[in-house]
């Protein structure tokens, strides 16, 4: 693969689906019928149910979807925060149907044990679409975020070819067991650093996604591990947690470590290589603007194919480019 302006575009904006899938639904069990009720001038209730708004990525996955829906007349958007607890996301789109909303995006905690509450929606015929993690099965009408497995590799071949070319033992903190994009980048980076056999995973622990795990993690794993070269994190507040547990032991110095989410933010994760902290960064976008685009073509415009699938395409971000990274993504200063 070539690179420019050492970033690389794994995937653009496209969609995996050849065809679209209908978003008309007999409405069975008292459900809505979304084609039915869909046009211009009306007023539409869109339940968000985010996964854990404790998380950075979250908070501004909430803002895009916001901003974007302030944009379409009629658009009213409710968001509920799991706190990172399935039961409590299964209740909270059970909340949101008795409310009668009129399309469901979801993040889910887990794949698994959203996948009933997801298909619920779904069978009742309102439209669903699943944003950033995945559920088990295809009872939804779209899934959009990016590739995980391709953003795993292209951190594992930036490893193998460019942070340590001449080899090393690498701990990987890991998100939240359950969530699809932990497998799938834990995937991935094993087949990114697959080409250079002297690179070694020496330890794999989840903090979760989050920063003060990521600190305590990286803490207890510096006593096993003595001698770590570098740390693969699944998301940026978690290589900072691990950066700052380095830097108390004294070892931020012999120590690499990249991330993944690239938030435009001054607490995101291309500031973080901006100024040193991490190596490199690679950009998970929200999804939000692409769901309230969906959204809008299926409320309002009354699309009745959409595209099933679609990924978000990413950036590798090193020093090099992360002043212009940011700029170009609209960083707030």
Same mark, same amino acid.
Request: glycine share 10%; net charge neutral; hydrophobic share 40%.
């Given at each position: 693969?070539?690179?420019?302006?050492?970033?690389?575009?794994?995937?653009?904006?496209?969609?995996?689906?050849?065809?679209?899938?209908?978003?008309?639904?007999?409405?069975?069990?008292?459900?809505?019928?979304?084609?039915?009720?869909?046009?211009?001038?009306?007023?539409?209730?869109?339940?968000?149910?985010?996964?854990?708004?404790?998380?950075?990525?979250?908070?501004?996955?909430?803002?895009?979807?916001?901003?974007? !829906?302030?944009?379409?007349?009629?658009?009213?958007?409710?968001?509920?925060?799991?706190?990172?607890? +399935?039961?409590?996301?299964?209740?909270?789109?059970?909340?949101?149907?008795?409310?009668?909303? +009129?399309?469901?995006?979801?993040?889910? +905690?887990?794949?698994?044990?959203?996948?009933?509450?997801?298909?619920?929606?779904?069978?009742?015929?309102?439209?669903?679409?699943?944003?950033?993690?995945?559920?088990?099965?295809?009872?939804? @009408?779209?899934?959009?975020?990016?590739?995980?497995?391709?953003?795993?590799? !292209?951190?594992?071949?930036?490893?193998? /070819?460019?942070? *340590?070319?001449?080899?090393?033992?690498?701990?990987?903190?890991?998100?939240?067991?359950?969530?699809?994009?932990?497998?799938?980048?834990?995937?991935?980076?094993?087949?990114?650093? !697959?080409?250079?056999?002297?690179?070694?995973?020496?330890?794999?622990?989840?903090?979760?996604?989050?920063?003060?795990?990521?600190?305590?993690?990286?803490?207890?794993? *510096?006593?096993?591990?003595?001698?770590?070269?570098?740390?693969?994190?699944? +998301?940026?507040?978690? !290589?900072?947690?691990?950066?700052?547990?380095?830097?108390?032991?004294?070892?931020?110095?012999?120590?690499?470590?990249?991330?993944?989410?690239?938030?435009?933010?001054?607490?995101?994760?291309?500031?973080?290589?901006?100024?040193?902290?991490?190596?490199?960064?690679?950009?998970?976008?929200?999804?939000?603007?692409?769901?309230?685009?969906?959204?809008?073509?299926?409320?309002?415009?009354?699309?009745?194919?959409?595209?099933?699938?679609? @990924?978000?395409?990413?950036?590798?971000?090193? /020093?090099?480019?992360?002043?212009?990274?940011?700029?170009?993504?609209?960083?707030?200063?």
């Amino acid at each position: 693969m070539r690179y420019t302006r050492r970033a690389i575009t794994i995937l653009t904006l496209t969609t995996l689906a050849l065809t679209g899938c209908s978003v008309e639904k007999d409405g069975g069990d008292g459900g809505t019928d979304a084609s039915a009720q869909c046009g211009s001038g009306k007023e539409f209730l869109i339940g968000m149910s985010q996964a854990n708004n404790a998380e950075p990525y979250r908070q501004v996955m909430n803002d895009d979807v916001s901003t974007a !829906a302030k944009a379409v007349s009629g658009f009213k958007v409710v968001v509920s925060d799991a706190a990172q607890d +399935n039961s409590k996301q299964v209740a909270d789109v059970e909340n949101f149907l008795s409310q009668g909303i +009129n399309l469901l995006i979801i993040s889910p +905690n887990e794949a698994k044990p959203l996948t009933a509450v997801v298909k619920k929606a779904y069978d009742k015929g309102i439209p669903v679409i699943v944003l950033d993690r995945k559920v088990e099965g295809d009872a939804y @009408t779209a899934f959009i975020g990016g590739d995980n497995v391709a953003i795993g590799k !292209a951190a594992g071949e930036y490893y193998a /070819k460019t942070l *340590l070319p001449q080899g090393g033992k690498v701990v990987e903190i890991s998100g939240l067991p359950g969530s699809t994009p932990a497998a799938e980048r834990a995937q991935g980076f094993r087949e990114g650093i !697959a080409s250079n056999p002297k690179i070694e995973i020496v330890a794999t622990q989840t903090a979760e996604w989050l920063r003060e795990k990521g600190q305590s993690v990286m803490d207890a794993m *510096l006593k096993a591990q003595p001698d770590i070269d570098a740390v693969y994190a699944h +998301n940026d507040p978690m !290589a900072e947690g691990a950066y700052l547990a380095a830097k108390a032991a004294g070892k931020e110095s012999a120590i690499k470590f990249t991330g993944i989410d690239a938030l435009p933010v001054p607490s995101g994760g291309i500031k973080a290589v901006e100024q040193g902290r991490l190596q490199a960064t690679f950009q998970y976008a929200t999804g939000g603007r692409e769901a309230i685009d969906l959204a809008k073509k299926i409320l309002v415009d009354c699309s009745k194919d959409v595209p099933k699938s679609t @990924t978000l395409g990413t950036t590798q971000i090193t /020093k090099d480019n992360a002043a212009q990274v940011y700029t170009e993504l609209g960083g707030k200063q």
